[in-house]
């Protein structure tokens, strides 16, 4: 029997550290009843290498995650190979720091860079027309993992949100200038997600991040492991179990809204964590009237103590309106997509409310 015929199921396992989640995770996918034949079948790990940060950053998927997935895979006959797109730098760059190359050496897989872009149309969404990595079109079962965070633009990053990555390089950018409000940005994710539809997404809550996230918040650890079949289910139970709000962040309601997340049991280990801190960014503030969005929306703000000049937000700006020479953001042109607060390796963009523009 095809799994489409059975209730999504949404394995959450208690894993307070690193050194036994092989076991839960194998544990995870018999609950969720992945038995599929993979020897000699291409599985491509798309992990979270948002930008070149250390392992106890807790920015990235940690490679003790990553490793336990692979040779759970591994053992299964499957061809691993690892991959991603960060925002700001090469893939080799930011899967040296994260701590991957090491486990790509040890296991024998490749690290593949998302640089090839492939044009694709989906059928139905609100938008259709997305560039992505011939890696992930080419592979025979995508396994997604993110990293439990908070995001400065869309609250939460979980599944759907990890996907953005399997655009290549400057692209994301063009996304970023292209949808300029959250509630829009999350009707892309939600198409792009549709549309590549995960074999897998097994998260790493192990450790995580909340408040100012997705790089400069605060590091929390959860202990547990989220797996699914249903990349919107998964979301919308990890967001159940941390008190998220749904209707308050609109890539989770609108999940709903549209019938994508549905009926789904949670299965596993009974774990209690603590409600998540969303960011400072206000929703209401991200896509409200002209007027209300002045008063309420919280904008880029560099710190001049904190910051050291290195240009990664200036470089990474879709709207070029910063000018590190000169610490200044034009808020003329500011489009409020906080990629800026997102790669800031030293947590120098704050937020800030501004009446006047």
């Given amino acids: 029997m095809g799994h489409e015929n059975l209730m999504k199921r949404v394995a959450v396992l208690s894993s307070p550290e690193y050194a036994r989640c092989r076991e839960k995770i194998s544990e995870g996918l018999d609950l969720v ?14 992990v979270n290498l948002l930008s070149a940060r250390l392992p106890d950053s807790c920015v990235t998927t940690n ?34 720091a994260a701590g991957i190359t090491e486990v790509c050496e040890d296991l024998g897989v490749p690290l593949v860079d998302f640089d090839d872009p492939v044009p694709v149309v989906l059928e139905q969404g609100t938008y259709r027309s997305f560039e992505i990595a011939r890696p992930v079109l080419e592979t025979d079962f995508l396994v997604n993992l993110p990293k439990l965070k908070t995001h400065s633009l869309t609250q939460v990053t979980f599944g759907v949100k ?23 940005f999350s009707a892309m994710l939600l198409d792009l997600a549709g549309y590549l539809r995960p074999s897998l997404t097994i998260i790493d809550g192990v450790e995580g991040m909340d408040g100012n996230g997705p790089s400069n918040g605060r590091i929390i650890r959860p202990g547990i492991i989220g797996i699914s079949r249903d990349v919107f289910a998964l979301d919308d139970a990890v967001a159940e179990l941390f008190g998220v709000i749904h209707s308050k962040v609109p890539i989770l309601r609108l999940a709903r809204e549209r019938g994508l997340v549905g009926d789904y049991e949670v299965v596993g280990d009974e774990v209690e964590p603590k409600n998540l801190s969303l960011p400072e960014t206000n929703l209401i503030g991200v896509y409200g009237a002209a007027l209300l969005r002045r008063l309420v929306t919280k904008f880029p703000k560099i710190d001049r ?53």
């Avoid at 009843?33 to 798309?46: A, C, P, S």
């Avoid at 490679?63 to 925002?87: M, Y």
């Avoid at 996907?163 to 959250?182: A, D, E, I, S, T």
Wanted: with cysteine; glycine share 6%.
């Fill in 305 to 357: 103590k904190k910051c050291v000049s290195c240009r990664v937000c200036e470089r990474a700006c879709p709207a070029g309106a910063i000018d590190i020479s000169r610490f200044n953001i034009d808020y003329g042109k500011c489009i409020t997509c906080y990629v800026c607060h997102e790669l800031c390796p030293e947590d120098a963009i704050v937020f800030r409310r501004r009446i006047h523009r």
């Fill in 33 to 46: 009843e992945f038995n599929e034949t993979l020897q000699g079948k291409k599985v491509l790990l798309k």
């Fill in 63 to 96: 490679p003790a995650f990553v490793r336990a997935v692979a040779e759970v895979f591994l053992r299964k006959g499957a061809i691993v190979s690892i991959g991603d797109s960060p925002a700001s730098v090469r893939v080799e760059v930011a899967a040296y």
């Fill in 162 to 184: 990890n996907l953005f990555g399997c655009v290549p390089g400057v692209k994301k950018q063009g996304w970023h200038f292209r949808v300029r409000n959250m509630k829009e």
